[in-house]
T-cell receptor, first 115, second 113 residues
Framework: DARVTQTPRDKVTEMGQEVTMRCQPI?????VFWYRQTMMQGLELLAY????????DSGMPKDRFSAEMPDATLATLKIQPSEPRDSAVYFC?????????????FGPGTRLTVL | GENVEQHPSTLSVQEGDSAVIKCTYS??????FPWYKQELGKRPQLIID?????GEKKDQRIAVTLNKTAKHFSLHITETQPEDSAVYFC????????????FGAGTRLAVHP
């Protein structure tokens, strides 16, 4: 069955390095979400796209984080420069906003460790 | 801003007992309330959802109830099994048509054999 995919699954990097995480939403879905999960903060919404347009990135630190959807099959989340406090699991989710349907389907996540 | 509170943060039950997790939300215009289950090291997966025009929904051993007046909703798991052990998240969709979900902080459920 169709699933959201994310790469890489694990990333270890040093402070100051650029990190790029990629997500392939389920084909036909028109909404994409980026979440960050830590033990302390639970599931935090970072950014939200509908029909590839960014609608809400109020949860994202603007100085170092950026999110884009270059096309309907790819969403990216970039951190530059990375810091140890960015260590977390980053989930991408996609959904079809139509006819009252609201389900969001999560990808497997990218576990980021910044040393 | 919008907020979802979830209780308890941890819940321990014996196999076969029932488990109840409760959430309250702040946005009275919220109209969709999903529940996600996340096993250790895995992705959150939708297990049941309810819309604001329904008071209760059941799927085998899982049920969700919604009280719009009080702005709270609950997840009920009956005849719990060890494989029900996981973190459960409730969420509420905000108003405005943006399909944005606000998640509760999660409940870690442990079912002991």
């Amino acid at each position: 069955d169709a699933r959201v995919t994310q790469t890489p699954r694990d990333k270890v990097t040093e402070m100051g390095q650029e990190v790029t995480m990629r997500c392939q939403p389920i084909l036909g879905h028109n909404t994409v979400f980026w979440y960050r999960q830590t033990m302390m903060q639970g599931l935090e919404l970072l950014a939200y796209f509908r029909n590839r347009a960014p609608l809400d990135d109020s949860g994202m630190p603007k100085d170092r984080f950026s999110a884009e959807m270059p096309d309907a099959t790819l969403a990216t989340l970039k951190i530059q420069p990375s810091e140890p406090r960015d260590s977390a699991v980053y989930f991408c989710a996609s959904g079809l906003l139509a006819g009252g349907r609201n389900e969001q389907f999560f990808g497997p996540g990218t576990r980021l460790t910044v040393l | 801003g919008e907020n979802v509170e979830q209780h308890p943060s941890t819940l321990s039950v014996q196999e076969g007992d029932s488990a109840v997790i409760k959430c309250t939300y702040s946005d009275s215009a919220s109209n969709y309330f999903p529940w996600y289950k996340q096993e250790l090291g895995k992705r959150p997966q939708l297990i049941i959802d309810i819309r604001s025009n329904v008071g209760e929904k059941k799927d085998q051993r899982i049920a969700v109830t919604l009280n719009k007046t009080a702005k709270h909703f609950s997840l009920h798991i009956t005849e719990t099994q060890p494989e029900d052990s996981a973190v459960y998240f409730c969420a509420a969709r905000t108003s405005g048509g943006y399909n944005k979900l606000i998640f509760g902080a999660g409940t870690r459920l442990a079912v002991h054999p």
